[in-house]
């Protein structure tokens, strides 16, 4: 599942005795249990406030770790992009529950306080050790390919790849879970609009290589999956 974040020691662990190697072997378990522990506990609090979309996460989940593999990602990105996947919205843990569960549109003043949960969230998991970079990844999770996203209006390949991932699969949950006010689109609506926005809101390559497999995949998980109920944006 999620690993640790210690290398392997320079030189290779032959230079180091058997009790060297156990105690780093040790600390790397330790490390990676950590790790995990606390991916568990931010999502269960995006569970207590309601903010994860059951299957849909998780699969997007995935599917996001896919798109990384395909594009060649490093493993220390890969694993930034797990936590990323998994905890882009933590920030909205700040947000009011009047505007999270609003039923209608966000007024501008609403809208305005929504926007901050990236930063939000990259305030609260940089302040983690080995979680620093996954922060930097959240804090850009909505900038848009052509630099009119936020917080920064960073474009193209400005934006850090992993964000630009979590882009794609963040707003394909948005479409297609269902809200206070309406319903979730039909996978396939989804997808058309995602290839609308390729190129504007999103990096193109992410999008073709998220649709060249998800989309076979998909009438299986949404058959599988029930209406779920999450906030805007
Ligand atoms: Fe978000």
């Known amino acids: 599942m999620f690993k640790g974040q210690i290398p392997a020691p320079i030189g290779g662990s032959s230079l180091l005795s058997a009790p060297e190697s156990l105690r780093i072997k040790q600390l790397e378990e330790q490390t990676s249990a950590l790790r995990n522990s606390v991916i568990c506990a931010f999502n269960q609090l995006l569970d207590l406030k309601d903010l994860n979309t059951g299957v849909h996460s998780t699969r997007l989940a995935e599917w996001g770790m896919r798109v990384g593999q395909e594009l060649g990602l490093e493993e220390a990105a890969l694993q930034n992009l797990e936590v990323a996947a998994l905890l882009h919205d933590i920030g909205k843990v700040g947000i009011p529950d009047s505007i999270l569960r609003k039923p209608g549109r966000l007024d501008a003043e609403e809208y305005a306080l929504m ?3 990236p930063e939000y969230g990259w305030a609260v998991l940089r302040m983690l050790p080995g979680f620093e970079r996954a922060a930097l990844d959240i804090l850009h999770h909505h900038e ?15 934006i850090p790849i992993v964000s630009r991932i979590v882009s794609v699969t963040d707003a394909f949950d948005a479409m297609v879970s269902s809200r206070p006010y309406r319903k979730g689109l039909p996978y396939e609506e989804a997808i058309r609009r995602l290839s609308e926005s390729s190129g504007t ?7 073709k290589c998220f649709l060249s497999f998800a989309g076979d995949e998909m009438s299986t998980v949404f058959a599988a999956a029930g209406t779920s109920v999450t906030s805007a944006l």
């Open 201 to 207: 809101q999103f990096d193109p390559v992410v999008v």
């Open 115 to 117: 926007k901050k949960h």
């Open 144 to 158: 848009f390919f052509d630099g009119k996203g936020y917080p920064a209006g960073l474009k193209a390949s400005e």
